[in-house]
């Protein structure tokens, strides 16, 4: 069974028996991780391997073999922004995504603009 039809049978899996999976969404709030097929990347849903899974014993040895090693080589991080762990294969990496970063760069801008202006007043002050 090759990783695209271990996905795809997961993702049906999911659908057709999580309690946690309401339209398309884990417990109506965030994407699902077994749905979107995110599990390639590292991200796992722990009740579904727990509870949903081993109704399945082919598809449960599939998801281990393939999905599992694969989601290895990704390390668990702490967003330097907000706060929350996520999974990246980059160890540079500072921030969960778009919204974090642009944000901590606006937050910088603001302090080295700020720094800027005070030294601009104590140059004119001096009279430079």
Do not use: H
């Amino acid at each position: 069974m090759t990783m695209r039809e271990t996905a795809i049978q997961c993702s049906r899996l999911a659908e057709s028996n999580c309690s946690n999976f309401i339209n398309g969404k884990c417990q109506g709030e965030r994407s699902c991780p077994v749905f979107t097929s995110t599990v390639n990347k590292g991200l796992r849903c722990p009740y579904f391997e727990e509870s949903v899974l081993p109704a399945d014993s082919e598809l449960q040895e599939a998801y281990s073999v393939q999905v599992l090693r694969q989601g290895a080589k990704y390390s668990s991080k702490k967003c330097k922004g907000c706060g929350k762990i996520f999974k990246t294969d980059n160890y540079r990496v500072k921030y969960c995504g778009d919204v974090c970063k642009s944000i901590s760069r606006k937050n910088s801008n603001r302090i080295s603009q700020r720094k800027y202006a005070e030294n601009e007043k104590s140059a004119i002050k001096q009279g430079w």
